[in-house]
């Protein structure tokens, strides 16, 4: 990273995370609760439990609470009522729009604990980036729905810092605050009604016919539903304000914060009834649960979806770093669903020749699945510049700087609508699915194989996205020329042979049926049933369309079930599955492609329909693998002879270090000799780039310290199983090999799935008195909360 590069990240770092420094809401009458725990019955028996609950104890006295902790602080952002209405000065001059439109100052009103000494507690960072649009006012006109959102900072060392918010809107109750919008409202519109706001008047005009004066004007609401939505009747409309409850997280554990933040407002009590304390739920999240620590697994327990209900068990899983992929909590799934496959490679290709990349949405959330999933799929290359997938109205300045970043923009703001056309700047609109590239982009290489690959993942896991842009294959994938371009569209090769004939996440015994969907359907048109001997059954099959091509790949069906001992009996129906199910905690997983040659579209859809949202989370995990692998796969062939061409130094780790930005470090002139020349455009460029350089460095680093960096541990590991392959001498490869090795990664997943190691003790009740009920969501009580009893 460059001098200028360090400085602007550094100010963004600080602004974003620097070292930082209520009022409680209506409730009803307090009542005594016992403990809860018989509210909860946990699965395994009271030794088993007992046994689990000692083996936690021990793992968390052991532990470092800075990497053990699964969240470090609980925050609580919104209106103070004791400062009351503050404009928000870094929304800019918004004294043109309607006072319901304006951003007001939010502030943290309480966090949990007061401090933990790794992370130190930043009120303006983290109150900006929970309520990233400010403090907004609603009506009942408005849509005031809950929303959720991630954020994303960096840190000064690198290290990012995760927020995880719930966004949600509360009655006013307070007269003062009330009247003071209504006195903004009729400001507002005297100064309109007199010409003052002539800005304001030409935005209204464009909405439609209106006359000179605004009450008429919001008479007409069809014509202009937005403008009657930003009038606020104070004898009328009912008046509501934002608020934030936050967790604050070392890890990106998304889905498990999600839920817990969802369904701790669910569990708010409105009226008296059964349920615990929001006080013990919050506490169990902060002291309770912990990590899992690498290849292991932890059960935990989240607040349900009503107060009288029992929780909600989830298992958290840490892949092991030696031999499997970072955790990835994001859902792949919906980057190809909101960009499709060949947006998402160009982009990819822009981030890795270090562009800058601006995204743009409507939806925070989108902006930083987008941001954490395409900065994942670089692995194992690691993006070292300016990261702001959620970049506030505050560091808006931060757009103009000369280095390359990726930052997203929420759609309603002035500096989305001020996008240029620079050279260099890849914008993203993922709303629209469009996507502006920088100038002279090269082609990432084998991309239309590639994008074959990453698609039949995709159609394996039925995930919805945007074909239009997608190869079209009617026999598998495209026949290729020499060097693996492209030469055909339509059937194979010579002799009928696919040039690439299988994937690990496409069995061999099945690719016959699953190259086109014309065929695939045709499968489902036969009957086949078993009637053979026990030792080893004969499948006869009875097509129902008497025609050789509808039948020619049913014996290959056969013959894979038979390998995998799932052919069915007699007299089993049609579309059952017949392989062995996983025994995985959520009941669904199958070995897909198996399961896809028995079971009928309609069945699967139906299937797909009924996953649970823990079900559907550990299916984007699958799917997070599947698809990982296909892109670590692309980038060990890519670089599987770049050790050849590492430049080692002859002197001490010291001296090299202080000189090593003037040393060459790597050959790239031999090394892009040995390429495919329709190659060399893309890698000539990335061998300049910042994550290429630090690889390179990485790998002379290892040579003097005894743990190397285990991301290129694991890139080397796997570059050694590709030369064991195909042979040491492997030094360019210039046909498309698709990827063979995802399934055996997905079994260390399935295995912490099916094995818990740890088990987190359920949230019991930790107040004596608990109040009956809340007109909104409350401060909590700061002695149970701000650091852990000893007695449990």
């Not at 809107?169 to 100064?191: D, K, P, V, W």
């Not at 997938?389 to 757009?399: C, E, G, K, T, V």
């Not at 103009?400 to 997203?408: L, Y």
């Amino acid at each position: 990273m460059t001098t200028r590069e360090n400085v602007v990240s550094s100010r963004l770092s600080k602004l974003m995370i620097s070292s930082g420094s209520g009022n409680g809401s209506g409730s009803g009458p307090n009542i005594q609760v016992a403990p809860s725990s018989t509210l909860v019955q946990s699965p395994t028996s009271p030794g088993e439990q007992s046994q689990s609950q000692s083996e936690l104890n021990q793992l968390k006295r052991d532990a470092d609470p800075q990497f053990s902790r699964f969240a470090d602080y609980f925050v609580i952002c919104g209106l103070d009522l004791d400062t009351g209405l503050e404009p928000d000065r870094f929304a800019g001059d918004n004294l043109h729009c309607s006072p319901l439109d304006r951003a007001y100052k939010s502030k943290p009103l309480a966090h949990y604990p007061e401090n933990v000494p790794w992370n130190p507690f930043d009120a303006h960072g983290i109150c900006m980036l929970s309520l990233p649009q400010g403090l907004r006012f609603r009506t009942q006109k408005h849509s005031i729905e809950p929303r959720f959102h991630s954020f994303a900072t960096t840190r000064e060392d690198g290290k990012r810092c995760y927020g995880f918010s719930l966004v949600f809107y509360e009655e006013i109750r307070n007269r003062n605050i009330c009247g003071a919008i209504h006195t903004l409202q009729s400001m507002f519109i005297t100064e309109l009604s007199n010409g003052q706001q002539t800005h304001s008047l030409s935005r209204v005009k464009q909405d439609g016919p209106v006359s000179r004066s605004l009450p008429r004007h919001f008479k007409v609401a069809g014509q202009a539903p937005q403008s009657a939505q930003s009038y606020y009747d104070i004898n009328k409309d009912k008046l509501y304000v934002a608020k934030s409850i936050t967790l604050i997280c070392q890890a990106p554990y998304a889905f498990a914060a999600q839920m817990f933040l969802k369904n701790l407002y669910r569990c708010l009590p409105r009226q008296p009834g059964a349920g615990i304390s929001l006080e013990s739920y919050v506490y169990n999240i902060l002291y309770e649960v912990m990590l899992p620590q690498p290849g292991k697994s932890i059960r935990v327990y989240l607040p349900p979806t009503e107060p009288h209900l029992p929780p909600i068990a989830l298992i958290l899983q840490r892949p092991l770093l030696a031999t499997e992929l970072p955790l990835l909590d994001f859902p792949l799934r919906l980057l190809f669903k909101y960009l499709g496959v060949e947006c998402v490679i160009q982009l990819l290709t822009c981030v890795l020749l270090e562009n800058q990349v601006l995204l743009r949405s409507t939806d925070y959330q989108r902006l930083m699945i987008v941001g954490e999933c395409i900065t994942s799929l670089l692995f194992p290359f690691v993006w070292p510049h300016v990261y702001a997938p959620i970049l506030p109205a505050a560091l808006h300045h931060f757009l103009d700087a000369p280095v390359p970043f990726v930052m997203g923009l929420h759609a309603e703001c002035e500096a989305a609508h001020k996008i240029g056309s620079e050279a260099t700047l890849c914008f993203v609109d993922i709303d629209k699915k469009h996507i502006q590239l920088p100038e002279e982009l090269p082609v990432f290489p084998h991309k239309v194989d590639f994008m074959a690959e990453i698609g039949s993942v995709l159609d394996k896991f039925e995930i919805e996205r945007d074909r239009d842009q997608e190869p079209s294959f009617r026999n598998g994938y495209m026949g290729r020329g020499a060097g693996g371009g492209v030469s055909g569209s339509g059937s194979s090769g010579a002799g009928g042979v696919d040039a690439m004939i299988s994937s690990c996440t496409l069995p061999t015994g099945l690719q016959a049926a699953r190259r086109s969907k014309e065929r695939f359907h045709q499968m489902q048109e036969t009957v086949y049933t078993l009637a053979g001997s026990p030792g080893g059954g004969v499948v006869d099959y009875q097509p129902l369309i008497a025609h050789p091509s509808r039948i020619d790949h049913v014996p290959r069906i056969a013959d894979f079930l038979r390998r995998k001992g799932g052919i069915r009996g007699a007299g089993s129906p049609v579309g059952s599955p017949t392989v062995s199910l996983s025994s995985s905690p959520v009941g669904i997983y199958h070995d897909v492609d198996a399961v896809d040659a028995t079971m009928p579209v309609s069945t699967r859809r139906a299937e797909k329909q009924k996953l649970s949202p823990v079900d559907q989370y550990y299916q984007d995990l699958r799917i997070n693998n599947s698809v990982r692998e296909i892109f670590l796969n692309r980038f060990v062939h890519m670089f599987h002879a770049y050790e050849y061409f590492v430049i080692y130094p002859n002197q001490a780790r010291d001296e090299w270090i202080s000189n090593r930005e003037t040393l060459q470090n790597f050959d790239k002139s031999s090394f892009l000799s040995d390429q495919p020349e329709h190659h060399r455009a893309f890698l000539s460029r990335f061998l300049e780039s910042q994550m290429f350089a630090t690889l390179i460095d990485n790998k002379i680093l290892a040579m003097w310290e005894s743990h190397p960096d285990e991301q290129l541990q694991l890139f080397d590991q796997r570059v050694k199983l590709l030369r064991r392959r195909h042979g040491e001498n492997m030094i360019a490869a210039t046909s498309y090999e698709p990827c063979v090795l995802s399934q055996d990664s997905q079994q260390g997943f399935e295995k912490r799935l099916n094995c818990i190691d740890i088990e987190v003790t359920p949230p019991s009740e930790i107040l004596a008195n608990r109040a009956a009920y809340f007109r909104s969501f409350p401060l909590l009580e700061k002695g149970v909360l701000n650091q852990e009893c000893a007695s449990r």
